[in-house]
């Protein structure tokens, strides 16, 4: 290379005319005009349009170009004919009139377009990732990333958090994912695991008075992947101690509106709004709902408890529910969509649903008969219907109806472009379950983790009455996506052997497992709490993107694996001996 770039290829205007630049960048796209050569040249800044006419010693080199061939050029800095500036691009009111070219590589044809509509599988992307992020659209979302780091950084640092780093090679503690086991060369037979978070490290933080702890963090969990779940993800991991929720609020909401309004430019309201658990269950079928349209689910038991109709009265009676969603402008379905809305509705494990068209204050239904006028109007209006609408009905088990009609809620709002474009809906929920019951395991587990508190009006139930136990546990939900969620943790020992005897882990279990930070409690643990945004998937809904892959430079497939490098692969048996592993026999 025998000189040295003086601008980037998104730099130069209209100031810089008349002065000597030299650029290099990938030959986007090369145009030759029966004389003049054009050349557009592509960095991760811009692009700049090169020009080199016959009379210039670049000439000849520049008849080789292809695209994704990487260039130097020097030239002089003009501006563009009157009527040929180019409004798309910073650059388009100059172009360099090329007088020296370097070619520093060559390339093959990409397999992939870098530049234009891409078209081809994301498989394809994947493989040739490194191409891949070569296109604006990839290096817009490595920006996003970028900069939504600095800007968080940035702010925990104002609010006093410190940086620290946990480890990556710990002690196995399985309790909800499956862990990545990595083999130890050194203590042949034992293993350590790769943090599903850093949740002990961060209390034992806590512990050692480091007030304000924060990171930005690999985690990995070996679970059932989708569009935005990855094997290795990355949160922004904090705790902090002599806290409270409202502390945690405060702060959590000072950062997401830093980060919107730096990113999008756009206010969010404060405080955000809070919905309890139960509500969310209730009113959109699912604990991370989305408020960016209406739809909202209606519970109508008590109104249908003594109509005709038997599939709700019978429904009721047996102490199930009758609930369903009003359509905006349903009434205009054709009797083909509501079928396959029915067909839907059983596939998901409903015995069908009810579809009524409200005509005036009244129902264009011959189920009509069967219902009061009464009945008929109450309905109506609790569910807010006007002329025009459509009525669904699901009458089932509540954990069957609720969430079912939370799914048909958001299928028919995707369906019918119901969800407003550059909308962001903000929400935290609360009073989360502390417990579930796991009938595959016979017994209670963790909604959120064996650490979260109960809140202190229900603590004599842990042992007692788990089920309605209120966890002290919040989540922070966007657009139906959650992006953060976190606890105020038990900092008792006596309260947490509690907890563990609730979960059925055993005083031995509990001490193999998490022995290290019980023994740390016993020297002055403070009230500490804490949250994790999922990074990815707050980058995700930021650059627009209905994968975390693309918001990942070198994600993994819905697999696990990578189609760039090959991982993972086999290793040879050579390794596993000095590991002190020897594969079954067959795998």
């Known amino acids: 290379m025998k000189w040295k770039r003086t601008h980037t290829c998104g730099e130069l205007t209209g100031k810089q005319k008349s002065q000597t630049a030299i650029l290099m960048g990938w030959v986007d796209r090369r145009r030759d005009h029966g004389g003049l050569i054009f050349i557009d040249l592509r960095d991760r800044y811009g692009v700049t349009q090169i020009q080199i006419n016959p009379a210039s010693a670049a000439y000849e080199e520049a008849k080789k170009l292809r695209n994704e061939y990487v260039v130097a050029f020097k030239g002089i800095v003009e501006g563009r004919p009157e009527g040929m500036t180019n409004v798309k691009l910073k650059t388009g009111e100059i172009e360099l009139i090329a007088n020296e070219i370097e070619i520093l590589n060559t390339s093959e044809t990409p397999p992939i377009p870098i530049s234009g509509d891409i078209n081809a599988s994301e498989d394809l992307r994947l493989k040739y990732r490194y191409l891949d992020l070569r296109r604006p659209d990839m290096q817009k979302n490595m920006f996003i990333r970028h900069k939504a780091a600095q800007i968080v950084r940035n702010y925990l640092d104002e609010n006093k958090f410190l940086e620290i780093e946990t480890p990556y090679l710990m002690k196995s503690t399985p309790e909800g994912a499956r862990d990545f086991l990595v083999p130890s060369r050194v203590w042949k037979g034992k293993f350590y695991a790769l943090p599903q978070s850093p949740q002990q490290y961060k209390q034992l933080l806590m512990v050692s008075g480091y007030d304000r702890y924060f990171q930005i963090v690999r985690c990995f969990r070996d679970e059932d992947l989708r569009a935005d779940r990855q094997p290795e993800f990355t949160q922004i991991d904090m705790e902090l101690s002599f806290i409270d929720e409202e502390d945690i609020f405060k702060i959590m909401e000072g950062l997401i509106a830093r980060v919107m309004k730096e990113i999008l430019g756009i206010t969010i309201p404060s405080p955000i709004q809070r919905i309890p658990y139960k509500t969310a269950m209730e009113k959109y079928g699912i604990d991370r709902p989305d408020l960016r349209f209406g739809m909202e689910i209606n519970n109508i038991s008590s109104l249908v408890e ?107 709002a995707r369906e019918q472009n119901m969800i407003p474009a550059d909308t962001y809906k903000l929400a935290w929920v609360v009073d989360f379950p502390l417990f579930e019951y796991s009938a595959e395991e016979g017994r209670w587990v963790a909604c959120h983790h064996p650490f979260t508190s109960p809140i202190p009006a229900d603590e004599h139930k842990l042992l007692t009455d788990p089920e309605h136990v209120t966890a002290r546990a919040y989540d922070l939900v966007l657009n139906g996506m959650e992006i953060a969620g976190g606890s105020i943790r038990i900092a008792n020992a006596e309260l947490q052997a509690q907890m563990f005897t609730a979960l059925g882990i055993s005083d031995q279990e509990a001490q193999s497992k998490f022995g290290f930070l019980m023994e740390a409690f016993k020297y002055g643990a403070p009230p500490h709490g804490g949250i994790a945004f999922g990074f990815d998937r707050m980058i995700m809904i930021l650059a627009g993107c209905s994968s975390i892959r693309d918001v990942i430079a070198f994600p993994k497939t819905a697999t696990a694996s990578s189609l760039m490098d090959g991982s993972p692969s086999t290793v040879k048996s050579e390794q596993l001996l000095e590991l002190g592993l020897r594969l079954y026999e067959g795998i």
């Open 306 to 412: 003594h109509c005709e109709f038997n599939v709700f009265s019978q429904t009721v009676k047996a102490g199930h529910v009758v609930a369903g969603i009003c359509v905006p402008g349903g009434g205009k379905f054709s009797r083909k969509q509501i079928d396959d809305l029915t067909s839907w509705t059983k596939e998901q494990g409903a015995k069908g649903l009810v579809a009524i068209k409200v005509k005036g204050d009244d129902w264009d239904s011959t189920l009509d008969k069967f219902f009061s006028d009464e009945q008929r109007k109450q309905i109506v209006k609790t569910c807010s219907a006007q002329d025009g609408d459509l009525l669904l009905f699901v009458a089932d088990v509540k954990k069957v109806a609720l969430p079912l009609l939370g799914d048909l809620r958001l299928k028919i």
